[in-house]
């Protein structure tokens, strides 16, 4: 079998006693890994004085880890600037938190340029080259200008929105073009596969671009959650409830997550609901991530004020309706908690698919399973129809799809649930990461990407 060479930003070396890093893409791809020879190449997660040099190198098994720095410049205009400061509002369709800087735009293609460089060397013939996401869109056009012949597929993790939004970034068919240096594109969903198909046709590239639904593994979360909830953390958590029904979010501190929302919903449930008041408790788990753009840190402080408003309103003196962590807890006790929450609460404003809704499914008990309040902008609601659907817009119709989880029967609920955990085992991370390679596999490079050249 051809090895594997994963392109990402994030790699997660394995680093024995650090806190877990949260984000989708590594969850994922890691579960995908196990039986395979890979090399994934990418970013250090350091700053130093230079972009590039000579590789870091970790082997684990059959995977090796390759990764480079980044300039404290490249850092602040790649990263922060170009690819969290513009890219990523712009995909998640929030056009006006974007802001486009000339020298960001030119920070983020150097950086591509560099990897590309530094990756040649490492690559074999019969390579298969596999890139991830929104950083790397100029990726495959570099290797293809710095000689690579490899079959070359790309996976975008986050949506991708209807052209006219797209068309908003100055100078997004330079993207496009490079893009269209790989023989496959994948996608979380249809209509993010129809969006790109139709921002590349548009600019006159006909590459595949298909939908491809990433997975999780659903086995081994459940087993991992049923350990966990018997786990000193678990019982911490399950004895300060004093049979208090949970509610549970877990997400990275991200305005896409809709949190401010989140927490009006709630709001919202303890006022029109009155029933509750007392009877429920919100955990809010929301590690900060990319703490240095400006959007972030404002978020940052809204959720502080929100969550302590609603405390102030709601509180008494033996109930905190609101607990509110910032900081990562390790996946292990993350699943044990999903496993004792009553109720999934996930109310992203836009999401490309939504791992931490799969694991919440995935966790549960079969016997008394919790309910999945979801957001019906995640790419997960495609999949997941036992969820009470909400749109996160509505803080009312997020307390009214509380209310119903909260209220609902468990013969309703376990009926849901097994609808739901059904589609989960159909489609592992594993399963998701070979159905994309045996379509890049099968794809003759040659006709297929004529038009993109
Ligand atoms: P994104 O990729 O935008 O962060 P996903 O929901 O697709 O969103 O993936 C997030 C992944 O990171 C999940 O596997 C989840 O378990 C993990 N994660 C999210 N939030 C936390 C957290 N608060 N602590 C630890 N892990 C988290
Ligand atoms: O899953 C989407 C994604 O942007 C990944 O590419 C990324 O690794 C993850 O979210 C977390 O973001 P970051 O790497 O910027 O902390």
């Given at each position: 079998?051809?090895?594997?060479v994963?392109?990402?930003?994030?790699?997660p070396?394995?680093?024995?006693?650090?806190?877990?890093?949260?984000?989708?893409?590594?969850v994922?791809?890691?579960?995908?890994?196990?039986?395979?020879?890979?090399?994934?190449?990418?970013w250090?997660?350091?700053?130093?004085?230079a972009?590039?040099?000579?590789p870091?190198?970790?082997?684990?098994?059959?995977?090796?880890?390759?990764?480079?720095d980044?300039?404290?410049?490249?850092?602040?205009?790649?990263?922060?600037?170009?690819?969290?400061?513009?890219?990523?509002?712009?995909?998640?369709?929030?056009?006006?938190?974007?802001?486009?800087?000339?020298?960001?735009?030119?920070?983020?293609?150097?950086?591509?340029?560099a990897?590309?460089?530094?990756?040649?060397?490492?690559?074999?013939?019969?390579?298969?080259?596999?890139?991830?996401?929104?950083?790397?869109?100029?990726?495959?056009?570099?290797?293809?200008?710095a000689?690579?012949?490899?079959?070359i597929?790309?996976?975008?993790?986050?949506p991708?929105?209807?052209?006219?939004?797209?068309?908003?970034?100055?100078?997004?068919?330079?993207?496009?073009?490079e893009l269209?240096?790989?023989?496959?594109?994948?996608?979380?969903?249809?209509?993010?596969?129809?969006?790109?198909?139709?921002?590349?046709?548009?600019a006159?590239?006909d590459?595949?671009?298909?939908?491809?639904p990433i997975?999780?593994?659903?086995?081994?979360?459940?087993?991992?959650?049923?350990?966990?909830?018997?786990?000193?953390?678990?019982?911490?958590?399950t004895?300060?409830?004093?049979?208090?029904?949970?509610?549970?979010?877990?997400?990275?501190?991200?305005?896409?997550?809709?949190?401010?929302?989140?927490?009006?919903?709630?709001a919202?449930?303890?006022?029109?609901?009155?029933?509750?008041?007392?009877?429920?408790?919100l955990?809010q788990?929301?590690?900060?991530?990319?703490?240095d753009v400006g959007?972030?840190?404002?978020?940052?402080?809204?959720?502080?004020?929100l969550?302590?408003?609603?405390?102030?309103?709601?509180?008494?003196?033996?109930?905190?309706?609101?607990?509110?962590m910032?900081r990562?807890?390790?996946?292990?006790?993350?699943?044990?908690?999903?496993?004792?929450?009553?109720?999934?609460?996930?109310?992203?404003?836009?999401?490309?698919?939504?791992l931490v809704?799969?694991e919440?499914?995935?966790a549960?008990?079969?016997?008394?399973?919790?309910?999945?309040?979801?957001?019906?902008?995640?790419?997960?609601?495609?999949?997941?129809?036992?969820?009470?659907?909400?749109?996160?817009?509505?803080?009312?119709?997020?307390?009214?799809?509380?209310n119903?989880?909260?209220v609902?029967?468990?013969?309703?609920?376990?009926?849901?649930?097994?609808?739901?955990?059904?589609?989960?085992?159909?489609?592992?991370a594993?399963?998701?990461?070979e159905?994309?390679?045996?379509?890049?596999?099968?794809?003759?490079?040659e006709?297929?990407?004529?038009?993109?050249?």
């Amino acid at each position: 079998m051809a090895r594997l060479v994963i392109v990402s930003n994030r790699v997660p070396v394995p680093r024995p006693r650090e806190r877990p890093q949260a984000g989708g893409l590594a969850v994922a791809l890691k579960e995908a890994l196990a039986t395979r020879e890979t090399l994934w190449f990418g970013w250090s997660g350091q700053t130093g004085a230079a972009t590039g040099g000579d590789p870091a190198l970790v082997t684990v098994g059959q995977t090796t880890y390759a990764t480079i720095d980044l300039s404290t410049e490249d850092y602040r205009l790649y990263y922060t600037g170009f690819s969290n400061g513009m890219l990523w509002p712009l995909l998640h369709y929030r056009m006006g938190l974007a802001e486009f800087r000339r020298e960001e735009w030119d920070g983020y293609r150097r950086v591509n340029t560099a990897f590309a460089r530094t990756l040649k060397p490492l690559l074999r013939a019969d390579d298969v080259i596999w890139i991830h996401d929104f950083h790397h869109f100029p990726l495959a056009a570099a290797l293809r200008e710095a000689g690579a012949k490899q079959r070359i597929g790309f996976f975008l993790h986050v949506p991708f929105p209807p052209l006219p939004l797209y068309q908003a970034l100055p100078q997004g068919n330079i993207l496009l073009r490079e893009l269209a240096s790989c023989d496959l594109i994948g996608t979380q969903t249809a209509p993010d596969a129809a969006n790109l198909r139709e921002a590349l046709r548009g600019a006159g590239f006909d590459v595949p671009v298909r939908p491809f639904p990433i997975g999780i593994d659903a086995e081994d979360f459940a087993r991992e959650a049923e350990k966990a909830v018997r786990g000193q953390d678990a019982r911490r958590l399950t004895a300060s409830l004093s049979g208090r029904a949970l509610i549970l979010g877990v997400d990275r501190l991200d305005y896409s997550k809709g949190l401010p929302q989140r927490l009006r919903g709630f709001a919202s449930l303890l006022r029109r609901f009155p029933e509750h008041r007392g009877r429920v408790t919100l955990l809010q788990v929301a590690p900060v991530s990319r703490g240095d753009v400006g959007q972030y840190r404002t978020l940052r402080r809204e959720l502080d004020e929100l969550a302590g408003r609603i405390n102030g309103d709601h509180g008494d003196i033996d109930w905190v309706p609101v607990r509110w962590m910032t900081r990562a807890v390790p996946r292990p006790t993350l699943a044990g908690f999903h496993r004792i929450a009553r109720v999934g609460l996930v109310t992203p404003m836009r999401d490309g698919m939504n791992l931490v809704a799969k694991e919440f499914v995935a966790a549960q008990d079969p016997a008394d399973p919790g309910v999945l309040v979801l957001s019906c902008f995640a790419g997960a609601a495609d999949e997941l129809r036992g969820a009470i659907l909400v749109n996160p817009h509505d803080p009312d119709e997020i307390a009214e799809g509380l209310n119903a989880a909260l209220v609902m029967p468990t013969s309703e609920r376990r009926k849901r649930w097994i609808d739901d955990i059904a589609v989960l085992r159909q489609n592992s991370a594993a399963a998701w990461a070979e159905g994309f390679l045996a379509a890049l596999a099968r794809i003759g490079a040659e006709p297929l990407r004529a038009g993109a050249r």
